[in-house]
Nanobody, 121 residues
């Protein structure tokens, strides 16, 4: 599976962005899809994940109520709608596909290249 993330950019605090991650291959619906982010000098952290059929979304506490993960299996794409963005959301955002877990990086087998989100105050 190859993953291509897009949609990052520069936005003011309080603004919104929608990230997309397009997957190649025919087994997209076999994978749990997740979003992680990595700020400069920090670890790559869990943001959100969604089950194979699109149910059971899971979010890191700091993004609950502001971010929404969704997927379209017919389009082999997962999305991350980000609202009420804060400067602390600034990071490179990575999408990932896996079969072994939601929040653990080790549960994901395939990673996209990342897309940079910068939130100005």
């Amino acid at each position: 599976v190859q993953l291509q993330a897009s949609g990052g950019g520069l936005v003011q605090a309080g603004g919104s962005l929608r990230l997309s991650c397009a997957a190649s291959g025919r087994s997209f619906s076999s994978y749990v899809m997740g979003w992680f982010r990595q700020a400069p000098g920090k670890e790559r952290d869990f943001v959100a994940a969604i089950s194979r059929r699109g149910g059971s979304p899971d979010y890191e506490d700091s993004v609950k109520g502001r971010f929404t993960i969704s997927r379209d299996n017919a389009k082999n794409t997962v999305y991350l709608q980000m609202n009420s963005l804060k400067p602390e959301d600034t990071a490179v955002y990575y999408c990932a596909a896996g079969t072994r877990g939601f929040r653990r990086r080790q549960g994901y087998d395939y990673w996209g290249q990342g897309t940079l989100v910068t939130v100005s105050s």
